[in-house]
């Protein structure tokens, strides 16, 4: 295992650079897996729905936040119950929860995807509602 790479490489080869995250690996193989698999993801045809790519995660089909939890079958596991809501039938209200739980799921785990998006007055008020501020410009 060898620590890094030769900067005259980076210098002089490389053409642009990404980062997969904060973190350290044991080697460059499993960067290079996850670089070929989000990539792939990309390709038309490689998954087996035509837009499932961009309707993952923080992606901006999700409108840049990461994605809320999921329910299915049965209607309870473990003596935890599919909310309620989801149940409704009412779709409105179905997607109004989706999207707030989405903002809180982003909230707890990447804040700083809530400033590069363009949210509405009502997602900031319920944002706020749930402990969030906003990073205001001191300029």
Same mark, same amino acid.
Do not use: C
């Given at each position: ?42 390709? &038309?045809?490689? %998954? ?6 961009? #309707? $993952? ?6 409108? =840049? ?45 990447? &804040?700083?995807? %809530? ?6 007055? #009502? $997602? ?6 749930? =402990? ?8």
């Amino acid at each position: 295992r060898y620590e890094g790479v030769d900067e005259r490489v980076r210098t002089q080869l490389v053409t642009d650079e990404i980062s997969i995250g904060d973190y350290v690996l044991s080697g460059g193989e499993l960067a290079a897996m996850v670089v070929v698999d989000a990539v792939t993801r990309l390709v &038309p045809g490689a %998954l087996g729905y035509a837009l499932g790519a961009h #309707q $993952d995660s923080h992606s901006p089909g999700k409108g =840049g936040l990461l994605e809320g939890p999921q329910y299915t079958r049965p209607h309870t596991f473990r003596n935890e119950a599919v909310p309620d809501i989801l149940l409704s039938g009412h779709h409105a209200n179905m997607e109004r929860w989706h999207h707030e739980q989405a903002l809180l799921r982003t909230l707890a785990r990447r &804040p700083d995807l %809530l400033t590069k998006l363009p949210l509405s007055d #009502q $997602d900031r008020t319920f944002l706020q509602q749930h =402990g969030w501020q906003p990073v205001t410009d001191s300029k």
